[in-house]
């Protein structure tokens, strides 16, 4: 049997020497790629906003420590953030409740303003589960999760880092914690009040209890059109 053999074009020559070249290309598949939000070394692009709890970088983690008195603090992104898909990996004091801000706001973006806005839920299972991974509406909804689908869990490990996913397109939000899916909600109200904001990571006010610590690391974000 006689074989054709297919001799390459002048066209089809350009065409594959120009894939090889183009940079647009492999920048194309970067700009879907998850991009650190913390850079492991200091805070610069967050911004304290409410409290007086204190916020550091130890051992390349984001550190936040309770202060008596101080009512919720927050360290937010200095940028605003839509639709995404966000991860990081958390570790809580098991008697300190937290959480991280998504698509968040204060009035006027002064940072002494009320923080607002949907609630990704961190807190320590307990002997008898709890509601780690649901949404709550800082200042502006209360629980977002319903009643009916808000039943406590223990996918949270308490003493240990925990690895959450947050996926936030459109009015829908989803989480996992460790793997495991906790919250897919839909919101159209909150979605309408709250399109875009920053990403703020909560220390929870305590009264006159602790100190108790909130770690946070390897938190990564991707935007989504």
């Not at 020497?17 to 879907?32: Q, R, T």
């Not at 989480?175 to 109200?189: A, I, M, R, Y």
């Amino acid at each position: 049997m006689t074989h054709l053999i297919m001799k390459p074009t002048l066209f089809t020559t350009f065409l594959i020497s120009s894939f090889l070249v183009l940079p647009g290309l492999a920048d194309h598949h970067k700009k879907g790629e998850l991009k650190d939000l913390f850079n492991g070394k200091d805070l610069s692009g967050f911004t304290q906003r409410n409290g007086t709890a204190t916020y550091k970088v130890v051992d390349g983690t984001i550190l936040g420590t309770t202060a008596k008195g101080s009512p919720n603090s927050f360290l937010c992104t200095d940028k605003k953030y839509g639709d995404f898909e966000l991860v990081f990996e958390v570790k809580c004091h098991n008697r300190l409740n937290s959480g991280v801000q998504i698509r968040s706001k204060t009035k006027n973006d002064d940072p002494k303003e009320r923080v607002n806005g949907p609630q990704v839920e961190i807190e320590a299972s307990g002997s008898k589960g709890a509601e780690a991974g649901y949404i709550y509406g800082e200042a502006c909804y209360g629980w977002m999760t319903p009643d009916k689908d808000r039943k406590p869990h223990k996918h949270f490990k308490d003493g240990e880092w925990n690895k959450y996913r947050v996926l936030a397109k459109g009015a829908r939000i989803q989480v996992w914690v460790n793997g495991e899916q906790v919250s897919d909600l839909v919101h159209e109200k909150a979605y309408e009040s709250h399109p875009k904001g920053f990403i703020g990571l909560q220390v929870h006010g305590v009264g006159n209890n602790g100190p108790f610590t909130v770690a946070w690391r390897n938190l990564k974000i991707r935007e989504l059109k």
